[in-house]
Structure formats: structure tokens, C-alpha cells
């Protein structure tokens, strides 16, 4: 499997840590399927926004892809389908490992405590992986 990331996730990413860049990378090398860098650093006005939605649920600038760089990525299964909660949860184990190998400790929002169960929380943000500081 030879994945390459597409220019605007490679400009997302470069909004993004450099651990952050180092994971994403090394997940590509190692995921079973293409995905793409839908969000790196987030501008106040896009943070607003995506409050709006329903996407996030932290104030400017609390959310980690506030920070520049940002301390936060966003990734997703391409071809992207939010319907298919199953790759979205691959991927998180492949960014895992990605992340194991980069010595780098993160945190995913399908797993905010890291317990690798879901059904002790209520705001699931599954394309959502942050540095853990
Ligand atoms: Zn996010």
C-alpha cells in the first residue's frame, strides 16, 4: 500500500506540530487506506463556526487546533464518509501505532480517556487526535 497526501492536506498539516506532522506521515505509510487532513490549526472565525455546527464544543481559543502550530489534527478515511463509523476506528488504531513508533502520546476524540471504550462518552470526535502535553 503506497498512499501519498493530497496538496491541501499537505497544507493542513503544515499548520500542525511537528510531531503531529511525524505521525500523520508515518500512519500514511501504515494505514490499509487512503485518508486525508481535513483540520489542522483552526482560525477564530472557523473555530466559531465549527461551534455553530456542532463540531466543537470549545471556545476560541480553548481548542488545541487554536494553537499555531496547531497542537491538533484532524483526520478522516478517504473516500470521506461520515456514515462509516468502522474506518474512522482503523484508522485511530493505525495513528496509534504511528504515534508508538514517533514516541509521540496523544489523545483521540472517539476516546477522550484513553480507556478504549466509547460508551463512557457523549461528544465522539472521531476524525480528532491532539498532543498530550
Ligand atoms: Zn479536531
Redesign the pocket.
Known amino acids: 500500500m503506497s498512499f501519498r497526501f493530497g496538496r491541501r492536506s499537505v497544507e493542513r498539516l503544515s499548520t500542525c506540530d511537528e510531531r503531529l506532522v511525524r505521525v500523520a506521515h508515518r500512519a500514511l505509510l501504515l494505514s490499509p487506506f487512503d485518508f486525508s487532513v481535513i483540520?489542522g490549526h483552526r482560525t477564530r472565525d472557523a473555530q466559531m463556526a465549527a461551534i455553530t455546527s456542532g463540531?466543537?464544543k470549545l471556545k476560541w481559543p480553548q481548542?488545541?487546533?487554536n494553537a499555531k502550530p496547531a497542537l491538533?489534527?484532524?483526520l478522516a478515511p478517504w473516500p470521506l464518509d461520515w456514515s462509516n463509523a468502522m474506518r474512522f476506528h482503523v484508522l485511530a488504531g493505525v495513528v496509534f501505532a504511528a504515534a508508538g513508533f514517533e514516541k509521540v502520546k496523544l489523545r483521540w476524540?472517539g476516546d477522550w480517556d484513553g480507556d478504549w471504550s466509547a460508551a463512557d462518552q457523549n461528544f465522539h470526535?472521531l476524525?480528532?487526535?491532539?498532543l498530550v502535553e
Open positions: 483540520i463540531r466543537s481548542s488545541r487546533h491538533a489534527m484532524d476524540g470526535d476524525p480528532h487526535y491532539e
